[in-house]
């Protein structure tokens, strides 16, 4: 784990101290996420007219919106992942079988081969004998 660092940052206009081993830049996003945050709140006039503290719960929910959004999100990829993973699997699988199937269709051929070879010399073989046997006649 890294150092923890302590950065100032400004959220709503006033200067909080975050910490946190992630590095500035993470805090600094965190930082700026929260401000989007509350923009986007302070569009609404019914979320300016309520007090600080309704103000603060409806930030939380729209913040834990986000994040189970988000969340949904990564779980649907991960299962995603997991299918492809499985498929990848199988069709590794397929592929050593196909690759067996293959080794032994070839050493088939090569058995047929020198049958055929052998067939060959036999009637190559049987032929002179019965020329041999005509001749002799």
């Known amino acids: 784990m890294g150092k923890k660092i302590d950065i100032p940052v400004v959220i709503?206009?006033?200067?909080?101290?975050?910490?946190?081993y992630e590095g500035e830049d993470y805090l600094?996003?965190?930082?700026?996420?929260?401000?989007?945050?509350?923009?986007?709140c302070?569009?609404?006039?019914?979320?300016?007219?309520?007090?600080?503290?309704y103000q603060g719960v409806?930030?939380?929910?729209?913040?834990?919106?986000d994040y189970f959004k988000a969340k949904s999100i990564a779980d649907d990829m991960a299962g995603?992942?997991?299918?492809?993973?499985?498929?990848?699997?199988?069709?590794?699988?397929e592929v050593i079988?196909?690759?067996?199937?293959?080794e032994a269709?070839?050493?088939l051929v090569e058995e047929y081969k020198e049958q055929v070879s052998q067939l060959q010399r036999k009637i190559v073989?049987?032929?002179?004998?019965?020329?041999?046997?005509h001749d002799r006649k």
């Open 12 to 20: 709503n206009n006033k200067v909080y101290t975050l910490s946190g």
């Open 58 to 65: 409806l930030l939380a929910l729209n913040i834990a919106d």
């Open 28 to 40: 600094q996003n965190v930082a700026t996420y929260i401000n989007g945050k509350i923009a986007e």
């Open 125 to 133: 073989q049987l032929e002179t004998e019965k020329e041999k046997s």
């Open 105 to 107: 269709a070839l050493k």
């Open 42 to 53: 302070k569009t609404s006039e019914e979320y300016r007219r309520m007090n600080s503290e």
């Open 97 to 102: 079988e196909s690759q067996i199937k293959h």
């Open 80 to 93: 995603d992942n997991s299918d492809k993973e499985q498929q990848l699997y199988e069709l590794r699988h």
